[in-house]
């Protein structure tokens, strides 16, 4: 089967596209023949080595497509069945692998896919639905009185959490690079904030204080917002595009009356498959932006786009596509 491969860790070069054996399910596994593999952030850091995959892998932790064959012990699942799966399984041994004609998952992380769910949007929301979902309906209990301040919203995730939080009635600021890149946004009834005069966008929109922060950014971003957070406000944390970590006293948790949490959506999966199963099926209930579609061939243009923080919202690799 063609896959693009990771032999050695480095920039968007490394990934080549090669013909590599075709896998064959084990007990409790499902193997999927690729339609569309979605492409995340994440990912580039797999490719660069940030975080170690042993080489060499194929990347990619979501796709849609079809079961091809089961494994032994897998209910409920026919050849032919659509399908949507998050890959990135790494506690039961995964190794990605969804930019590929066909990929490995563990039958519990599948969700099976009505005729009424586009294949590419499934694939580009498994995992950044999921973790949204779960952040802010798990971790942060969201409600409708919420205003929640979502890092990042021009991206992936950020998005999805926008999008999610819309759709539970919440009050949304979404805090993008550019006007531009908030148009969708706000057209869709967020709140914008720039991320360059954060802290005065959000005395401005939100001089109350706001009591949710989603954030997959991290760096000087986090930082305004931790600032801005009301007691009893609730910060999660998913990711760090920025590449800049941020210290946090853990006495300001208290005296500010603060709730922190995180969520690693490839560290729990093969605890807790069902919520992952449960965030990612709400998710798909309201995540209705089809994502650009590239070819298989275009992995690396797509990553090096990603680098430059001006990629689009997401991508899909189109797998069985010209
Ligand atoms: N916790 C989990 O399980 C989980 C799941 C999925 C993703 N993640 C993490 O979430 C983060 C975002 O992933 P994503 O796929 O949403 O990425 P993405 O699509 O590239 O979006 C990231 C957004 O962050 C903003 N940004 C700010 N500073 C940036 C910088 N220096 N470089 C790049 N972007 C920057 C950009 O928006 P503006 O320019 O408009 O500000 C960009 O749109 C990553 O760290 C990823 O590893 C975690």
């Not at 309906?137 to 959490?161: C, F, N, P, W």
């Not at 990711?239 to 969520?263: E, K, M, P």
């Amino acid at each position: 089967m063609r896959a693009i491969r990771v032999n050695a860790t480095g920039g968007p070069e490394v990934l080549s596209i090669e013909d590599i054996p075709t896998p064959e399910p084990s007990e409790g596994q499902v193997l999927i023949d690729v339609e569309y593999a979605g492409v995340g952030f994440v990912d580039t850091l797999f490719r660069d080595g940030t975080f170690p995959l042993a080489v060499p892998f194929t990347p990619g932790i979501e796709v849609s497509g079809r079961v091809r064959s089961i494994g032994a012990g897998v209910a409920g699942f026919e050849p032919g069945d659509p399908v949507a799966a998050v890959l990135n399984d790494f506690g039961r041994g995964a190794v990605a692998g969804g930019y590929a004609e066909s990929a490995l998952a563990s039958a519990d992380l599948v969700i099976p896919l009505n005729s009424s769910i586009d294949s590419a949007i499934a694939a580009g929301s498994m995992v950044n639905g999921a973790t949204a979902w779960i952040a802010l309906h798990r971790l942060a209990g969201l409600t409708e009185t919420d205003t929640v301040v979502v890092l990042g919203a021009s991206g992936g995730i950020g998005s999805a959490a926008a999008h999610l939080a819309l759709a539970a009635g919440a009050t949304v600021i979404a805090v993008v690079g550019s006007v531009e890149r908030g148009e969708e946004l706000r057209a869709a009834g967020a709140k914008v904030a720039l991320r360059a005069q954060l802290e005065q966008d959000l005395a401005s929109i939100a001089p109350e204080g706001i009591t949710v922060v989603i954030d997959p950014v991290g760096g000087v971003a986090r930082q305004v917002a931790i600032d801005a957070l009301a007691p009893l406000g609730r910060l999660v944390m998913v990711g760090t595009a920025s590449g800049n970590d941020v210290q946090l006293s853990t006495d300001l948790i208290w005296h500010r009356s603060l709730q922190v949490s995180g969520i690693s959506l490839g560290g729990i999966a093969h605890l807790h498959p069902s919520l992952v199963r449960q965030g990612a099926l709400s998710a798909l209930e309201v995540l209705a932006n089809r994502p650009v579609i590239a070819r298989l061939d275009q992995a690396a243009h797509v990553h090096a786009a990603l680098a430059t923080g001006r990629a689009p919202v997401k991508t899909v690799l189109s797998v069985t596509g010209p």
